[in-house]
């Protein structure tokens, strides 16, 4: 009977230790797997520079043929980040953010044609850089979608006097966080097929 336990415990021992995560532990790395949506704020400003740096992150991002097909608009008029939170309550703009930055697709400056649609991966390129950046800085943001649903981005659009050829594609409220959620473990093994379906 003991000798059964222990071949039991050696067993959980063995199947526990293969679950064991792969992961290459450095500090980009446990950025990038410990960023959470945060979507309630203190209503602490920011520091220019760290709005400088969120920018400079976000236009670090790749882009097909190095288009750059973006524009940010950096809300920091209280009334307007108000006024947005209300308008567009899944926004979280009404939860006391420093700021809210619209990430936009500059259709003047997407690939002409078919491939315009391009710009669309490309500024979810610059968003996520735009999270990532926030996160490593010790600040909260969330990512609320407004692009592909016209309503919400012509509700921006007009509100902010966007020209026809910015595309919102969705706003960030970025501050000091109010509070810390708790961070999701989305690996998902059978997501992965090697070399073929
Ligand atoms: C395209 C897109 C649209 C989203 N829209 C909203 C939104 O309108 N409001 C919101 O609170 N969160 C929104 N989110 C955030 C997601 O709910 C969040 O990323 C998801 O629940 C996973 O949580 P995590 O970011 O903490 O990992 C959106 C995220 C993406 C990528």
Redesign the pocket.
């Known amino acids: 009977m003991k000798k059964l336990i222990i071949i039991a415990l050696a067993a959980i021992g063995i199947a526990a230790c293969s679950n064991q995560p792969k992961v290459m532990e450095n500090e980009t790395i446990h950025n990038i797997m410990t960023?959470?949506?945060v979507?309630n704020f203190t209503g602490e400003k920011i520091s220019e520079a760290q709005l400088d740096t969120l920018l400079r992150a976000a236009m670090a991002a790749p882009s097909a043929i190095n288009k750059q097909p973006w524009a940010f608009i950096v809300v920091t008029d209280e009334t307007k980040i108000a006024a947005l939170g209300e308008a567009l309550p899944?926004?979280?703009c009404s939860n006391h953010p420093a700021v809210a930055i619209i990430p936009c697709g500059d259709l003047s400056k997407a690939i002409p044609g078919e491939m315009g649609a391009f710009w669309i991966n490309d500024v979810s390129a610059a968003t996520e850089n735009l999270l990532l950046a926030a996160h490593a800085m010790g600040l909260g943001a969330?990512?609320?979608?407004l692009h592909p649903d016209m309503n919400r981005a012509k509700m921006v659009q007009d509100m902010l006097g966007l020209p026809e050829h910015i595309i919102p594609l969705?706003i960030v409220p970025v501050g000091v966080p109010a509070e810390q959620?708790e961070i999701?473990d989305k690996f998902v093994p059978e997501n992965i097929h090697y070399n073929a379906w």
Request: charged share 30%; glycine share 8%.
């Open positions: 960023r959470v949506s979507r899944f926004s979280r969330v990512w609320t979608g969705c959620p999701k």
